[in-house]
Nanobody, 116 residues
Framework: QVQLVESGGGLVQPGGSLRLSCATS????????MGWYRQAPGKERELVAG???????NYADSVKGRFTISRDYAKNTVYLQMTSLKPEDTAVYYC??????????WGQGTQVTVSS
C-alpha cells in the first residue's frame, strides 16, 4: 500500500514562508508525476504545483514566482517551498502522486493558515 504523508503546515504571517514535505512509503521513482494541490473552505481542490519524472515543473498562475516544487530521491520526498505567503494561500494542502500505470494516491493533507 502506497502512502503519502504531508507535513510542514502551520500558521504563518502574511509575507512569511513555509516548506511542506510529502514523504512517500516507496520510491518516488514509481511516480510519473507528483503534485501539490490545495482546497480552501467552500472552494474546489486546485493544482498548485506539479513535477514530472523529467523534472519539468508547472505552477498555478497565482503562485508563480512564490512557490517552488522540488524532490529528493534519496529521501523519497517532494517539497513545496512557499514564500511571500498571502491570506488567500490559506487552505489544506494535499500531495498527490500518479504512477505511470495510472494509479493515483493522495496524502491526508496539511493545513496552512496565513494570518496576522
Amino acid at each position: 500500500q502506497v502512502q503519502l504523508v504531508e507535513s510542514g503546515g502551520g500558521l504563518v504571517q502574511p509575507g512569511g514562508s513555509l516548506r511542506l514535505s510529502c514523504a512517500t512509503s516507496g520510491s518516488i521513482f514509481s511516480f510519473a508525476t507528483m503534485g501539490w494541490y490545495r482546497q480552501a473552505p467552500g472552494k474546489e481542490r486546485e493544482l498548485v504545483a506539479g513535477i514530472n519524472s523529467f523534472g519539468s515543473t508547472n505552477y498555478a498562475d497565482s503562485v508563480k514566482g512564490r512557490f517552488t516544487i522540488s524532490r529528493d530521491y534519496a529521501k523519497n520526498t517532494v517539497y513545496l517551498q512557499m514564500t511571500s505567503l498571502k491570506p488567500e494561500d490559506t487552505a489544506v494542502y494535499y500531495c498527490k502522486g500518479v504512477q505511470s500505470r495510472g494509479y493515483s494516491y493522495w496524502g491526508q493533507g496539511t493545513q496552512v493558515t496565513v494570518s496576522s
